[in-house]
């Protein structure tokens, strides 16, 4: 015990037995800082429109060391079997935050190695700033470690995160790295998802470096009860491109987070998404993107439809710095809400610096056109169907974003997968 | 009649009966001592002859105020404000000024002659001291506008049925009517200003529209910051029958100085059903030197309710200047098919700081709300458009087009956009476009080779660039606000 404990309130309190026994300068630094900031709150601007409410009352336990065998193969299963290409690809498996070997099919190729074994928290993350990074930093325990040698086309890897929990709530926090050296080119496809009740807290680390190449696709199908927050940050080399697509469907509570930074000219970035999301299910997309050098290109469009109780936040930030000239940002969001309950709250920011620069950013809201309905019904096709296809193209038109072929069949398997005959869920 | 001469005119005549009254009681007035407590709050109430229950109202504000925090998130930055600091109460005193135009300010001179004042009228503006009985039978001084119009005019205004009066006349005349709205549309504790506001406003208009009448004439009230270390804390209230409309101008400025003032109002519209207001503002405040030095600190709250079905706020804004920018004029949009509008051109050059916008609150049904705002910066300024859209579960059929786009003028300044937008609605629509760019060689280029100055060149994209806020305007404001931009911008180009 330390002399944190006593600053352990509200939130916090959840995980105060085990930030009280850490070991490590950076480790306590992160819970130090955890401790004057605590958990953020509304009056935080960074989450005005999320609370961790969800996080509830109960304390969030360390995972055990042994899971059950079979629970881990269903759940994988049931990852791999949305697409019948998933299984024949390299993966890495990792459950409740740490690395299952049995589970894992390993890429060659690559410098593989896990942060288990040799902890380093690399340069990008700022607990200082951003409390769930520091909750992280206090508490991670295992994550991937992924280095694509200079040249090397290493293909598709595949990152399953497997959160396998009862009633009572734990909580896991993966330190993952992925580095793509020069002129290298890597095809990274994490897939999340779960069963009961758990927290995952990933913190994700990615250098594409001058003239290379990462195409990044998550499929966010986190399990009925999660909460899931997770920051991601990537530094974009010279004339290099980090191209990501986030799908969001599953959870309780789920944030994707993405600091992308141009750090040196011609680097292009991509932060597109999708979420489809019912019930109560809280889904927050919030990304910042720097430009921090001349003649970069920002994408970022992001969709979301919005059924039963089920809220939407987008938060795009685009930061233009004053050495950043001729810039080119787009930013766009939309979305459709179909039911009365449903919700949307979106913030697309412009900080802009620089004034040789061409950025804008555009945002929608609405309900499903009345006309285009009509226009099905005419010529045959039943209400619900008819639905059903505006729902699909709306968000096929911002899968259709992931140029990886194959990640997108995946996305396209794993929305229909979930979706499958059941319309839309009230 | 070009209405430019109309207005001049018009103010000629203003300035005649001026001079008569409103400079003279002023004179009269004095200064409270420095610093704000309940006995300052009880003395502006006492020499304003307030009823009891003003001055009750004033000092709850004063209490809710004090346990409040100045709002730190606009991205403004500034020296702590010493509240204490400042008169509370201050009237002008009249020094003696510059004997003649030649000892005014060149500056200041060549501003007025570009925004098509008469040198008459500068020297006025200017403060120069004229003997007794060689007075000019004009007057623009701002502070007494206000007054002189609703003078003039009280009387077609009174035929009308229309009340136009300072609001501390209107306290003691119309108390029920002042009882009855003031604090409803901004509750004395919606924010550290407006509780300040409360506490200690000392003046402002007064516009009571009764049922089924259209306002005669726009109405038009100039403010202007005249003493030193001082704060301006005026308070508007415009309220607007069933049936009935008013188009309703407000100008400002102030003169040059180093230190910076406080200005922070509070304007409060109210329409009922099938009212119509329309507010526009051309803010000139002293934006500062080119230092970044002086300037005034402008957080002001203005926001209009929509009470009645079919209602109708517009607000438009034309701010150049200000050291410091912090105003949000919106609509609360009660009313079922009532409709919200904001125009807004913001300005910034030197080193100028201006965060503004507009929400609009969606809370009827089938009501809607145009925003169209343009930002420009130049020089080293920081201009951040910040607007919340907001529909509430019951709003169904409520929409919503914004647009703001953002002009960049040299590298060292930046713009800023930042929308919030929530619904809670699946019948409503909400768009929101936003782009930032620079001017484009190209038209700078076109205009250049046709002989136009940098300079002209420049005032004249801007111009364009402004032009869907600027037709929103009054035609006599629309020609002094072009003139504004491209004063402000001067500088900031080759």
Redesign the interface.
């Known amino acids: 015990m330390n002399a944190l404990s006593k600053d352990m309130s509200g939130p916090l309190a959840l995980f105060a037995n085990r930030l009280n026994t850490l070991a490590g300068a950076e480790r306590q630094s992160a819970a130090g800082a955890l401790a004057r900031t605590g958990l953020p709150d509304r009056k935080v ?1 960074a989450w005005h429109y999320t609370t961790l409410r969800a996080l509830g009352k109960q304390d969030y336990a360390a995972p055990p060391m042994q899971v059950e065998a079979s629970t881990v193969r269903s759940l994988l299963d049931g990852v791999l079997q949305a697409h019948p290409a998933m299984a024949a690809l390299p993966r890495v498996v990792f459950v409740n935050g740490r690395h299952a070997p049995a589970f894992s099919a390993l890429p060659d190729d690559v410098d593989l190695s896990f942060f288990a074994d040799d902890p380093q928290f690399g340069q990008q993350a700022a607990p200082d700033r951003d409390p769930l990074v520091a909750l992280n930093t206090a508490l991670a325990e295992d994550g991937l470690v992924l280095r694509v040698p200079a040249g090397v086309d290493a293909g598709h890897v595949m990152l399953i995160s497997l959160g396998v929990a009862g009633v009572d709530p734990l909580s896991f926090h993966p330190r993952h790295t992925v580095v793509v050296e020069k002129e290298a080119h890597l095809r990274l496809i994490c897939v999340q998802a779960g069963q009961g009740a758990y927290f995952h807290n990933p913190v994700t680390d990615i250098q594409v470096e001058d003239g290379a190449t990462l195409e990044h696709l998550t499929l966010q199908t986190e399990g009925a009860q999660a909460v899931s927050l997770g920051t991601l940050y990537a530094h974009v080399g010279q004339q290099s491109v980090y191209d990501s697509f986030v799908l969001g469907l599953g959870g309780q509570l789920v944030r994707h987070e993405v600091h992308a930074r141009l750090a040196a000219t011609r680097g292009v970035v991509h932060v597109n998404g999708a979420q489809r999301l019912a019930g109560q299910q809280v889904g927050d997309i919030t990304s910042v993107i720097t430009h921090a050098a001349s003649d970069c290109t920002s994408r970022q469009t992001v969709r979301n439809v919005l059924d039963g109780h089920a809220r939407g936040v987008f938060q795009g930030k685009v930061l233009v710095e ?1 050495i950043a ?1 001729k810039t080119d940002g787009y930013q766009m969001n939309q ?1 459709l ?31 499903l056109d009345d006309d285009q309905l009509f226009y099905l019904r005419s010529r045959g096709i039943p209400e619900q169907e008819a639905r059903q296809m505006l729902i699909d193209a709306f968000l096929d038109e911002a899968i259709a974003l992931v140029e990886d072929a194959t990640a997108q069949t995946f996305c396209r398997a794993v929305m229909a997968a979930r979706f499958a005959g059941k319309g839309e869920s009230a | 009649m070009p209405a430019v001469t109309q207005t001049r005119e018009a103010v000629e005549k203003l300035g005649q009966s001026t001079y008569k009254w409103g400079f003279e009681t002023d004179i009269e007035m004095d200064m409270a001592p420095k610093g704000l407590n309940e006995d300052i709050i009880r003395l502006i109430s006492s020499r304003k002859e307030e009823p009891e229950w003003m001055l009750e109202w004033r000092l709850a504000a004063y209490k809710t105020w004090q346990a409040m925090e100045e709002p730190k ?1 606009a991205k403004v930055a500034f020296p702590p404000i010493d509240y204490q600091d400042a008169h509370y109460y201050a009237a002008p005193r009249k020094k003696p000024g510059p004997r003649s135009l030649d000892e005014v300010d060149p500056e200041l001179l060549r501003t007025y002659e570009k925004l098509g004042i008469p040198l008459h009228e500068q020297a006025l503006l200017a403060g120069v001291e004229v003997p007794e009985g060689e007075r000019m039978p004009v007057a623009v001084d701002a502070v007494f506008d206000s007054v002189s119009v609703a003078t003039t005019f009280r009387k077609t205004l009174e035929e009308a049925g229309v009340i136009f009066c300072p609001i501390s006349e209107a306290v003691r005349e119309h108390p029920d009517l002042v009882r009855k709205y003031l604090g409803t549309v901004v509750p004395a504790g919606d924010n550290f200003f407006s509780a300040l506001n409360s506490a200690v406003f000392t003046d402002g208009s007064f516009v009571y529209v009764p049922k089924g009448v259209r306002c005669p004439m726009e109405l038009s009230t100039y403010f202007r910051i005249n003493a030193k270390n001082t704060g301006q804390f005026e308070r508007t209230l415009i309220v607007v029958e069933e049936g009935g409309s008013v188009s309703y101008l407000e100008g400002c400025t102030a003169p040059m100085r180093d230190e910076n003032q406080l200005h922070a109002a509070v304007v409060e519209l109210v329409a009922m059903d099938d009212a119509s207001i329309k507010y526009s503002t051309v803010q000139n405040w002293y934006p500062g030197d080119e230092n970044g030095r002086g300037g005034i600190y402008n957080f002001v709250t203005k926001r209009g309710a929509c009470r009645g079905a079919r209602s109708k706020i517009s607000w438009t804004q034309v701010e150049t200047g200000s050291a410091i920018t912090w105003k949000y004029p919106s609509c609360i949009l009660q009313g079922e098919g009532s409709v919200g509008e904001f125009y807004s051109v913001a300005v910034t050059n030197n080193h100028q700081q201006a965060d503004t916008g507009t929400k609009m609150i969606h809370l009827g049904r089938n009501t809607r709300s145009t925003i169209i705002a343009k930002t420009i910066s130049a020089g080293r300024s920081d201009s951040t458009y910040r607007g919340l859209v907001r ?1 509430q ?1 019951k709003a169904s059929g409520a929409r919503n087009f914004t647009q703001c786009d ?1 002009l ?31 001017i484009s060689e190209d038209q700078l280029f076109y205009c250049r080779q046709r002989g136009l100055s940098e300079e002209d060149a420049v005032g004249l994209i801007v111009n364009g660039f402004c032009r869907d806020v600027l037709k929103e305007l009054p035609m006599e404001f629309a020609v002094e606000a072009q003139k504004l931009l491209q004063i402000s911008l001067e500088g900031s180009v080759g």
């Open positions: 601007e004053r000239q979305a809400l179909l039911s009365p309950e449903a919700e949307i709250d979106a913030k697309p920011e412009l900080e802009i610096y620089a004034d040789d620069v061409r950025c804008s950013h555009g945002a929608t809201v609405g309900a | 998130w529909v579960p953002s960049l003028i040299g590298d060292q300044c930046g713009a800023h956009t930042v929308p919030y937008i929530e619904s809670r609605n699946m019948h409503a629509r909400i768009e929101h476009e936003a782009t930032t760019s620079k």
